[in-house]
């Protein structure tokens, strides 16, 4: 089993390096999933109230903490506040709901999704959610990061949260951000790949001592079953002759050449995979190395191409412009 090493975070804890993306797994074999997962070394998995499976991703880790594969200190359990929970009044209920569908006392990281408010919508009535309101429209609302922050913090001091993080923020968001936390982000979570590399984006977070994970780290391939156009019109990242030259040299699939490259410039991982064989690879991203002139060649992919980015499914809500 390959040893994966921590991140070490501001506040003192620490997350493990690579981990396990929940998102887009279907709830019929979450448990499953997660729990095949862990007996294969993985202990940080990535949730979200947007991926719908999180009861069932909680029956895979109750599993393994019964057959006594792990105890609850050795799992890092994150997960995500989805933007119709933004309201003060709103943040505690869904926290604790969330919990609930885990099996948890607490979760080790919880982050804001999207730097996006939206009206609230009863999880008993539409789960998840999604994008739009029960009429169909996207309905923003006039809650601030600031109140949203706030209110995290809190569960922070009551123990239900362990740190705090941000997702899909930039970087003017992020130094806003930084004016008024009470406790300061620990990570933040951006789509990055070879097709998006963000470099500013990546020494901002440096400089405040925030750690970064990487979603998407195949680029287009996390997209393409979802029939986007972007991510179909993109050449796969697994083919491109730089990142398959890379591969053949060091003995490795370009799927791991993908995830070294980003852990090797020391961001956190997250990949997906249903297969045992490519499950034990994508943890198989840390004892090697590239040379600096690989990452160098994999880093001027850079296209500033965003596959995750709102106005391109709903038509608003250009939070990247």
């Known amino acids: 089993m390959v040893n994966v090493p921590n991140i070490k975070l501001n506040n003192g804890k620490e997350m493990p390096q690579v981990g396990f993306g929940l998102w887009k797994v279907p709830t019929d074999s979450a448990a499953d999933v997660v729990y095949n997962a862990i007996k294969a070394g993985y202990r940080l998995f990535d949730g979200a109230f947007d991926y719908g499976n999180e009861k069932e991703c909680g029956q895979g880790v109750k599993r393994a903490l019964d057959e006594g594969l792990v105890k609850r200190e050795d799992l890092f359990i994150v997960s995500k506040l989805w933007n119709t929970f933004h309201e003060t009044n709103k943040v505690e209920p869904i926290v604790r709901q969330q919990l609930e569908w885990w099996g948890l006392e607490y979760f080790d990281l919880f982050h804001i999704h999207f730097p996006v408010a939206l009206a609230y919508v009863d999880p008993k009535e539409s789960y998840p959610s999604g994008w739009n309101y029960t009429d169909g429209t996207v309905k923003p609302i006039r809650a601030p990061i600031q109140e949203t922050w706030q ?26 951000l930084l004016r008024y936390a009470r406790i300061a982000p620990a990570v933040l ?18 400089s405040e001592g925030i750690a970064v994970t990487a979603y998407s780290s195949f680029g287009p391939q996390s997209f393409i079953e979802l029939e986007w156009k972007k991510a179909a019109d993109t050449p796969p990242l697994f083919e491109h002759p730089v990142v398959k030259g890379v591969a053949e ?47 160098e060649s994999v880093s001027v992919l850079d296209r ?15 939070i990247f412009a």
Do not use: C, M
């Open 151 to 176: 209110a995290l913090e809190k569960l922070v001091d009551a123990g239900l949260i362990r740190s705090i993080g941000v997702s899909n923020f930039q970087g003017a968001l992020l130094l806003d």
């Open 189 to 206: 979570q951006i789509e990055h790949h070879p097709y998006l590399v963000q470099p500013d984006l990546l020494k901002l977070a440096k």
């Open 249 to 295: 040299k060091h003995g490795k699939t370009p799927a791991q050449v993908l995830l070294r490259w980003a852990t090797q410039r020391g961001l956190a991982v997250i990949p997906k995979s249903n297969s045992p064989h490519r499950l034990a690879e994508n943890l198989d991203v840390i004892g090697w190395d590239l040379s600096e002139e690989e990452v």
């Open 304 to 318: 500033g191409l965003r596959f995750n980015n709102p106005p391109d499914y709903l038509g608003t809500l250009h």
